[in-house]
């Protein structure tokens, strides 16, 4: 898929290679510095960060800055550490990957195998839907969450993750089934199979791939959002915004080394997720620059 | 579209409305939150809401407030410095790396993993990282201090000149590995025949991806242009955990604008202004090319 294909027929010289060698190694190098330094920071005392050098492997090796950032740093007045909040975005992203995902498979079988007038103005007002500035939305969202009692609740935050999930699910989906062939869909609608019998049986099956591309795309942008937990998750706040608190925190000593902790804390769900799963992260993150 | 009359004759009763009953529910959340939204805050941006929404009209007077506010000049111009670098940065590194994995490399199965995962990454995360790498006192400048290159300066982010390029260097170490899984997928897809004939007719390996393969990326070059460009519009997280938006105002960019003037300031008709441009802004880069990419694929 993404990465398929064949390498250039472009041939190189000796030196010409050693060159591009070099940087490639150069970035890779920068992308990994700062992995190393919020890893190799996070097991060092606080000590060797203020009185040491950055990029140094910790002289004293220690988990406490990560016991620390887990249950007992302080995030705005309580010191719960940050295990509540990663709870709240635990219970916030599962239901919200599965019902957009789903409304997504069938919002793409419709708009493929259904197609009716006017789908296309449909999909076309879901797909600009997906790259809308959030801010475009904040205020009446805070207003309806208010009147409908949702503000601040982990309900809430998963109400406004499927609306705006909805869009990309689709996209996914609609890009899938449409290269699926309708023959197939037909000729069970001739043997009289019905909407949802054709769905379970011939689209489902041949899902896998879609499905695991868009749990992940879902996972990674709602464990990942910041805008909508702070404005809207009141004291249910989601994982990042509880990080942002722990860093931004004004009071006391800046204990860098738990921030760094609470940094991974933060990263690891997704960062697991590509380790395990990156041919799929790397196709959702293609199929969402529209290029199918 | 064959598949427009799939099925008509088959299709009787109940069956015929599934279909739309099922998207229905979809379509309506898009309408009410999307599109209703939309239009509430576009109506917001001509009443004088102050902390709540007000119904009273008062014309374009937000819109022309807005523009005189410097406050709002210096996100918008922190915009454009950043946009522009982001895009460019972005675009350059993204299109080498493509190129030189592309050569035949030993290990490209470890380097492309590598150059991608921060795009796993919360921007808050990224955020987070970058603020103390950056920090004069325990960062890059005093691990060179350490070293023992004592006159080294690298002050950026308490400098309010300077600090909004440290923001375009954190997001460009976010994203450049996309760009470069994009144009990399744009280089796979050339056909070798063609690179093959230019090198028998003797063309020099800067001339070929000067002259064939980079206008053959043409597709790659616009994708990755409108996905910087959206980004950098919407970029609001990586401001507040890398910056929070100083020193001062020096790296306020629109998206956190809005959310203080709205959320903070109690100036709500000004803030929907503020989102209104934005939402203009993202949609003279997006409406074109999606409307291309939906005619082409038909």
């Given at each position: 898929m993404a990465m398929a294909g064949q390498d250039t027929a472009v041939r190189t010289g000796r030196i010409t290679r050693l060159f591009i060698y070099g940087i490639l190694l150069v970035f890779a190098l920068f992308y990994l510095m700062p992995l190393f330094v919020v890893i190799a920071n996070s097991l060092k005392p606080l000590s060797e960060i203020t009185g040491g050098n950055m990029m140094a492997l910790p002289g004293v090796w220690t988990i406490e800055p990560w016991r620390q950032a887990w249950s007992v740093a302080q995030i705005g007045v309580e010191p719960t550490g940050l295990r509540p909040y990663f709870l709240n975005s635990i219970l916030m992203v599962v239901p919200a990957v599965a019902i957009s995902t789903v409304l997504g498979a069938l919002n793409g079988y419709v708009l493929t195998k259904w197609s009716f007038r006017g789908d296309r103005i449909i999909f076309g007002l879901l797909l600009f839907s997906c790259f809308i500035p959030f801010q475009i939305v904040l205020i009446p969202m805070a207003t309806v969450l208010g009147k409908i009692g949702l503000a601040g609740s982990i309900p809430g935050l998963i109400l406004v993750h499927v609306v705006y999930g909805i869009g990309f699910s689709t996209l996914y989906f609609r890009n899938y089934y449409a290269?699926?062939?309708?023959e197939l869909v037909r000729a069970a609608m001739i043997d009289g199979a019905g909407f949802f019998r054709i769905f379970w049986r011939i689209m489902l099956p041949v899902s896998g791939p879609i499905i695991v591309v868009t749990v992940i795309w879902q996972f990674t942008n709602i464990w990942n959002d910041f805008l909508f937990g702070a404005s809207f998750g009141g004291q249910t706040q989601p994982m990042t915004v509880a990080l942002n608190n722990l860093v931004q925190?004004?009071?006391?000593?800046?204990e860098y080394n738990v921030h760094f902790a609470g940094a991974i804390l933060a990263a690891l769900p997704t960062l697991i997720v590509y380790i395990v799963a990156g041919r799929f992260f790397v196709r959702g993150l293609m199929a969402g620059s529209v290029k199918g | 579209m064959a598949n427009h009359s799939s099925g008509v004759d088959f299709r009787t009763g109940l069956q015929e409305w599934i279909p739309k009953l099922v998207l229905s529910p979809s379509l309506a959340a898009m309408l009410v939150f999307v599109y209703g939204f939309i239009a509430f805050t576009i109506f917001l941006s001509f009443t004088d809401s102050k902390m709540l929404p007000s119904y009273d009209l008062v014309g374009l007077e937000n819109y022309a407030r807005l523009w005189n506010l410097s406050s709002w000049w210096v996100a918008v111009v922190n915009l454009f410095i950043f946009a522009s670098l982001y895009i460019l940065i972005c675009t350059v590194i993204g299109l080498m790396l493509a190129i030189f994995l592309d050569q035949k490399i030993r290990g490209e199965g470890i380097l492309r993993p590598i150059y991608l995962y921060p795009m796993a990454l919360s921007f808050i995360v990224t955020g987070t990282a970058w603020k103390w790498i950056l920090d004069p006192g325990i960062g890059i400048e005093n691990s060179m201090h350490l070293w023992g290159w004592t006159s080294f300066q690298f002050n950026w982010i308490k400098d309010r000149d300077m600090a909004i390029y440290t923001v375009v260097i954190a997001a460009v170490w976010q994203t450049s590995g996309f760009v470069m899984a994009m144009f990399l997928a744009g280089l796979r897809g050339i056909d070798n025949e063609i690179l093959k004939a230019a090198q028998i007719d003797g063309a020099s390996n800067f001339s070929l991806y000067r002259r064939i393969v980079i206008p053959l990326l043409r597709p790659a070059f616009l994708s990755a242009f409108v996905i910087l460009a959206h980004l950098a519009v919407k970029s609001y997280d990586l401001i507040i955990a890398l910056t929070?938006?100083?020193?001062?105002?020096?790296?306020?960019?629109p998206a956190t604008f809005m959310y203080s003037y709205t959320f903070t300031r109690n100036s709500m008709g000004i803030g929907a202004a503020s989102a209104v441009i934005m939402l203009m802004t993202i949609a003279a880069i997006m409406t074109p090319y999606l409307y291309a990419e939906l005619k082409e694929k038909t």
């Open positions: 290269s699926f062939p309708t925190s004004s009071t006391g000593v800046k | 929070g938006g100083g020193p001062g105002r020096a790296t306020e960019l």
